[in-house]
């Protein structure tokens, strides 16, 4: 990524009131604003409840607790073999629809592993038994029982696979726990200190119950395309500006399939007979194009607009009606958000010029990938991040005043008291 921004900042004040941040767009409750967001990053358990409050108004921890607890959220590999958070209604169709893209990835792992399709039945027949026995599990307590079913491995006796582990047995039995949640057997629910319990996902609403009709919405049914299409529409509602780069980098489809995904999300808000519920977040989606430059526009295309001017791709996609939403939520767009490790803001997309810059990136997650630090944002970009149980660590480019460093502290104090 360039040092100097490729995008306009006015890009990233767009994306900061799609994805729910300001008065205009923020959600009634927790599971709503989940939904809203179709999957939001849950790699850090700790950090789930950050990014669910940040877009629910008035909400607080118990708030987002209470909806795991009565199962209207979930955490669990719907796509892009990355843990994420749903609500119960969207997991299966939603993971059905972007499940092969894995298969490649099972494949290999299985057969490095030693698993067979025999060996996932038994371990999710012993799961499903001990779930029905005892209620919700700790990990810990699920790889024991396939340890005590003989489905560890030969290192199984010394211990190892009981918690995470590096040894086969640990690896065995963490792709057994991906895997059965990737093929939605399992799920992950209830929230015990700083894990989620793992209980059976027979009872979310089927896959059949979503746009894909009757086939689920796999690849290769009927009903795949319209899959993937709401699938877009959600992602650019809830995310836009993005282009089909950032779409195919969030679900990991292929190039091509994120840009007809688009188009047909576009296509399918613009009909005639659409059902418009703007505070749902179901409006109408437009093209548009940004100029370079941390000063340019992002321009709306026409609704007769066909062709892109050469040289100015690649074409954007967000709710029509943002533009009037960031003029009405100027203020607190540009204003200072402290944002989870993970957040989609930042996670979410493939191009986050607008957001920081290579500096900031290192800032953000130092190792390039697997950690990512909480981050607090000023008029559009990065100026801090927030590790655990440290200070603040200002940006290069950050410039530091006393109304920053003052809205910063606010900002940080304001969320740490929704979350106490």
Request: with cysteine; glycine share 12%.
């Amino acid at each position: 990524m360039s040092t100097t921004p490729r995008a306009p900042r006015r890009m990233s004040h767009l994306r900061l009131v799609a994805q729910g941040l300001v008065e205009a767009t923020t959600a009634p409750t927790p599971a709503e604003a989940v939904r809203r967001q179709l999957a939001i990053q849950g790699q850090q358990v700790s950090s789930v409840p950050h990014a669910i409050v940040s877009r629910a108004a008035r909400a607080g921890r118990a708030d987002v607790e209470e909806a795991f607890e009565t199962g209207q959220l979930v955490r669990s590999w719907p796509m892009r073999g990355t843990v994420h958070i749903t609500t119960a209604a969207d997991h299966h169709w939603l993971r059905v629809a972007l499940v092969h893209r894995l298969d490649a990835w099972a494949r290999r792992c299985e057969e490095s592993l030693g698993i067979d399709d025999a060996l996932l039945g038994r371990a999710a027949g012993l799961a499903l038994a001990a779930i029905a026995a005892e209620g919700p599990l700790r990990r810990a307590r699920l790889l024991r029982v396939w340890r005590e079913g003989g489905l560890m491995g030969a290192d199984a006796d010394s211990g190892a696979g009981v918690g995470v582990g590096t040894g086969a047995a640990g690896r065995r039995g963490r792709h057994l726990l991906v895997r059965l949640q990737c093929e939605g057997v399992l799920v992950q629910g209830p929230r015990r200190g700083n894990e989620h319990l793992v209980v059976g996902a027979a009872a979310l609403p089927a896959a059949q119950t979503g746009p894909g009709g009757p086939g689920g919405g796999a690849r290769g049914t009927g009903g795949h395309r319209a899959a993937l299409a709401e699938i877009a529409r959600r992602y650019a509602t809830s995310h836009g500006p993005v282009g089909a780069a950032d779409l195919a980098r969030w679900t990991a489809l292929p190039l091509g399939e994120a840009a007809r995904a688009l188009a047909d999300a576009l296509e399918l808000t613009n009909a005639a007979d659409y059902a418009v519920r703007a505070g749902r977040g179901d409006v109408p989606l437009t093209r548009a194009l940004a100029d370079d430059g941390e000063r340019g526009a992002v321009r709306v295309l026409g609704a007769g607009a066909r062709a892109v001017p050469a040289g100015r791709a690649p074409v954007l996609y967000m709710r029509a009606d943002l533009p009037d939403l960031l003029a009405a939520s100027r203020g607190r767009a540009a204003g200072t958000h402290f944002l989870a490790a993970f957040d989609e803001v930042h996670a979410g997309y493939k191009d986050r010029a607008c957001l920081t810059d290579a500096a900031g990136e290192r800032l953000i997650c130092p190792a390039g990938n697997g950690m990512f630090r909480p981050l607090l944002v000023d008029r559009g970009r990065v100026v801090a991040v927030r590790p655990a149980g440290a200070g603040l660590l200002w940006a290069d480019d950050a410039r530091r005043s006393a109304r920053l460093e003052r809205d910063v502290e606010r900002a940080v104090r304001d969320m740490e008291r929704r979350l106490a």
